[in-house]
């Protein structure tokens, strides 16, 4: 590596690809033509921006104009990762004033309750087939048996309940 070449993910690494996309320079350079758009995002260095700012250009639209007119960015942060169904709502919520933990709660109250998970019934109907061998239980070694009986230990109860009845 040539002392001209910068080192990947380095300040001077990102400050060559800046220069090469025609964006941002280093504040540290003091070349910016406006005002010092760090300056503008508060205690954040150039380097910071790049790593974990970036990603509010894939935010939707009416999320970054909200930024635009004063959402700060922890609420809009919040806004981002939550469900598309609910983004509107919370929205509302953090411009009359909710907190960013008011945002949290109101999205976990918003959130459509999961579906509930069937069963694979091919796959249970199968180990109930293995499990009412004859040949395989007889085949088991001594470590197979005992994970076996540890395996049927863990067994929902309502399940060992109905096994009681039938014996």
Known sequence: MSSQEAQPHSREWYARLAEELGGYRHPW???LDGPDVFALLGRESWL??????LRIAGWPEDLQDAMRNGLPYSLAGVIAGAPVEI???LLEAAIAGASREDLRALAVKLMPPAPRQRFDETRVVSVARQLGSVR???GLNDAEQ????????KMPPLLAERLKELE
């Open 29 to 31: 350079q003091r070349s």
């Open 48 to 53: 910071s921006f790049v790593k974990n700012k």
């Open 87 to 89: 983004r509107a709502q």
């Open 136 to 138: 395989l239980l007889r």
């Open 146 to 153: 005992k994970a076996l009986d540890t395996w049927l230990k």
